[in-house]
């Protein structure tokens, strides 16, 4: 539970602690990406919808849900817990709530909620005016003039039967009633294309009870019990009111042994009900089964709480059951459903207050060429191995920059602009500076090599440590993966237990998760608002300050004992090219060597520690091919001896096992951002200068063109019919073209050299029970949700 929220004792019990920063991957993830849900399945929040799309003279525009992710807080953290109240709701909310003073003031889209109300508010006053009119008082024709009538009657009471209360109750009974019912329909017909088996079951229940003529009725009900129970089942798993409306303690009260004052929000979250594992047989699987006895008649589930329960239960379920069962067995009965041709529907949502169906990929929609605005500015994704590669191989020159960020300029200041998002000349010279580097410092001279062996070993004793109980692998493989860039730019390792390490580490956490959260995006749109305003953003630039300071720090113990006739590591070797190399515009200046090491630090060891840590989830969800793995790793070197990459040739499964985890595991799921160098042409579009362009990754790693089982875990994408491991030309973790990752050797040589010594040493699990998720948190890097494992000595 550590790191969500800190638990105060008070009065011998336990006070959820609101608003309390802790530390970790999770927090920084809940905080930065303004996690606006609090559930079992926690998603973020998606506040570019989809607005409009159009693809008219150069390129479409759109905006795009790109942030949508779950989070199984309640596995980690227990059945009561709580968040940051604040941060609940999305950005615009989450705006509006802090800062109502400046909000109401800004344009914005915020003022889009107020301006929807009026618009509903006013067709509702329209309709009162005329019930008013044509009112007779026996014969109440509907809601409105029932209402109206008990106005009468109650015109001293405070009961609520006022007229502005009757277009409030309207309203409510309109947002309550329209949408939830609507979305669920469209998860309906989700799930019957995407189980055309169950569809023609469906189908052939309602032929023979109803028949293709007669229209449906509610009596059909109890002879459709296999329709029923896919309604129920769809109702379930579209999990369509993901939260559950607030509550609120009425007296101070306890539940599950904590303390609850009174007045705080409640949250009883139907996620974690509609998904409970106690009460599910398969629990994430759409399966009709859990609503239906061994003789096929329908069974009701206690679990089932899609319209939550108690007195504040949904008001209109029978309404909405009603309108479920004739809509779907009237669609049924005379429409077969499928989805166009190459189009996979994704059961994923996009969650507001409702989860609703994801709009489809939108490459398979739009083409592999079309422009998103984020925030302010437009950016042109391209898609598909295909044309990636036109865009960052073939037009490598045209697309080599980085476009302008206000966000990156406020942290890399100066003429000099690190290696990431430096321009020109500087970057040219720096990157093929640090690309020597790298290879004097290890990868020619295989010191490297005996350097992860070595940090290898310590990894394998800070496992053993845990003596067999369950543990969080992601703090392990992040130290020892950033020793190996310590080893590099400071020629030295630190002990895991160091103290100036560990925040070091903390630090680097927390600027690579906001630097890919919407926090950096919101900067980026808004930079003159972001800059005063209080708010997670801001954590960007305190931590890069503070890793900062600890480079300087180590950039002046170089210089007391530095021998220019044998530098020992990267920071000697640039301060000694500084002595000679004056000039600035070739980047040899001290500012930006802080920035090149923080580069190498950003860029270099969370994207290969968390790749690692896919590799644990996927041969511990597939353990024959763990078992596999280590059938190898026994033939060909033993249980003694040390990997070296030598033996790289002769462990092709495994080979092919690491390139399928940095398929699937897609750590960098966009890419660096790139810009158009000039006006250029790009699939038949216009490209005009300076355009920020996107050659987005995950299109290419899961290219249903390129790859034979794009979305299954199948390490034969690497294997030959003689189990030869092949290159394929789509795998592009590490992107591709001139700006391609500068550190891909190095993560290669780590990659193999520390998968195989882990896997070599001990057999991995998870706790029972637990499914371990697939799905990551989306940032600049995709993380995998927080894990824990069991490392057991082979
Ligand atoms: C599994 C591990 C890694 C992955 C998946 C990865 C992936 C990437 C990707 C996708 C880019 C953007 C390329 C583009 O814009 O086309 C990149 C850039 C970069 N990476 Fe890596 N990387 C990894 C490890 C490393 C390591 C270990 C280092 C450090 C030695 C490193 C240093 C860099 C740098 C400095 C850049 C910027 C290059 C430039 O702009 O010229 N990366 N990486």
Redesign the pocket.
Known sequence: MGNIVRWDSQNGSKTPHWGYFMQGLAITTILASAVDRMSGRLQTPSILSISWIQKASSVGEAFLPIFNSHFQLADVYGNVFSVLRQWQDGVCRWLYESFPAVMKHLPGPHNKIFSLFDTILDFISQEVKRHKKDLDRNYPRDYSDTFLIEMEKHKESDLGFTETNLALCSLDLFLAGTETTSTTLQWALVYLIKYPDVQEKVQAEINRVIGQTRLPTMADRPNLPYTDAVIHEIQRMGNIVPLNGFRMAAKDTTLGGYFIPKGTSIMPTLTSVLFDKNEWETPDTFNPGHFLDAEGKFVKREALLAFSAGKRVCLGEGLAKMELFLFLVGLLQKFYFSAPDGVELSTEGVTGTTRVPHPFKLADVYGNVFCIRLGRHKTVFVSGWKMVKEA?VTQADNFVD?PYSPMVNRIYSGNSA?????NGKV?RRQ?RF?MAM?RTFGLAKNSMEQSICEESRHLQEAMEKEEGEPFDPMPLLNNA?AN??CQ?VFGKRFDYSDHNFQSMLKNLIEMAYLEGSMWALLYDAFPALMRHLPGPHNGIFCNSKSLEASIRREIERHKLDLDPSNPRDYIDTFLIEEKHNRRSEQGFEEGNLVL?CL??F????E??S??LQWGLIYLIKNPHIQDKVQAEIDRVIGQTRLPTMADRPNLPYTDAVIHEI?RM?N??PL????MAAKDTTLGGYFIPKGTSVM?N?TSVLFDKTEWETPDTFNPGHFLDAKGRFVRRDAF?????????????G???M??FLFFVSLFQKFCFSTLDGVELSTEGIIGA?RTPYPFKIYAKAR
């Open positions: 960052i980085r690190g290696l990431f998002f430096s970057w990157r640090a790298l993966v190996i860039i590099i090149c580069d190498l950003l860029a270099g060891s994207t290969t968390k790749t940095q595991g750590i960098v890419n660096g951002f790139r050659p990754l592009l973790p590490f992107s591709a073209g001139k700006r391609a990752c500068l550190g891909e190095l993560a290669r780590e990659l890097t």
